[in-house]
């Protein structure tokens, strides 16, 4: 191994710099140039402004402004318009400035696919599969990698020849209705179609999904994603949106409440009755790298678990609060992988109760599946359709339960949305589950699958 990767030793930095390693190295084949590093230690670290190299130090990539590491998380950086990484190359990470070494790895042939960190931020390099952006697959060497599908690995479509287009990405299934949540302002009401799949819901002008409004009537939301609270439709649909289609440079991290019960009407728009706008209290990020994801969890199952609020410290305890939906919204972040529970009061406050780590460098969707009482955290492409649940732990915060590859019969699409059915499907000791490709691959943007209970 010695000959294939000869790991340099790093200059030792005080923490939290000496926390950040490089982790996953790709040289050649299906995707550009990168470089992934990881955070080891125990605090989020700014990596704004930091510089990659490789042996040639007259080339840098310099990482974005506004980038953090949280810790146990990954990030990975397409270099290739920087430099090229070469078949004996070195990869180097440096402070801002360029001139302090943090850590270094070289290597006398090119990747296949990937060099890989096992385990992750601490072990030896060595060749491994392709995980840009999640936690490396070390195999049967200890790692912290994904492992395979918990479910059938046959996946089919679920919709229409090009009935939705492109940018479909949130989901949300409500027994017999999948709500979607498409990216140029739009929602979706989707009915099943008796063959396993969903279509239009034609009444009560859903026909063609319903145009999205901010309060007042103006703007175009980038929904990304959508749920419901314990009163299902009757109590409004909650949309994710990172931005306002409208002023799309600008980054404006909102949730938004809809009503959508049948008996509101039978318009064609929908106008938002209430926004919190959270962008403000939360690390910046692109205008499209902003909410990705939204869930909601009751306030009894969080209360049972021990639940700790991070902004007290101690175990979270609702009635702290005024009058909020009676549970926690949870919403990821594609820029930064995080994910942050808030506490929506219906007053219009919005207090950050937690900010978890998803190991992953974005999240796309995430699913709280009280079944299991788990949370789902879904990546796209991006992580090679890496799926992650997360549990309640001891201490009263989110830990990971397990990291899952996507089906072998999914290919690596672009899915943005994941959704799963209730208890009530569970047939033979599985159940459905669904996913939305934000690129509509060969005309279709919803494809199924299956998931152990």
Known sequence: MAALAALLAPVAQAAPADDIRINEVVTTGSVDDSVELFNKGTATVDISGWVLKDENSSSKFTVPSGTTLAPGAVRAFDVSGSFGLGSSDKARLYLPGGSTLVDS????????????RCPDGTGAFGTAALTLGAL???????????????GGSGVATADGSNVFGSDLSGLYEEGSVLWGAQNSGKLWRLVRDGSGGWRPDTTNGWTAGKTLRFPGGSGTPDSEAVTLTGAGAAGGAYVASERNGDASGTSRLSVLRYDVDSGTGTGTTLT????WNLTAGLPAVGSNAGFEAITWIPDATLTAAGFKDESTGAAYDPSRFGAHTGGVFLLGVEGTGAVHGYVLEDGGAATRIATISSGMSGVMELQWEAQASRLWVVCDDTCSGQHRTMKIGTGGTFGLAAAYNRPTGMADLNNEGFALAAADECVGGSKPVYWADDGNTSGHAIRRGTVTC
């Open 105 to 116: 790895f070289g290597w006398s042939s090119h990747s296949t696919p990937s060099w890989s």
């Open 272 to 275: 938002a009755t209430k926004e």
């Open 136 to 150: 490396n697959d070390c195999g049967s060497g200890g790692g912290t990698g994904p492992v395979a599908w918990p």
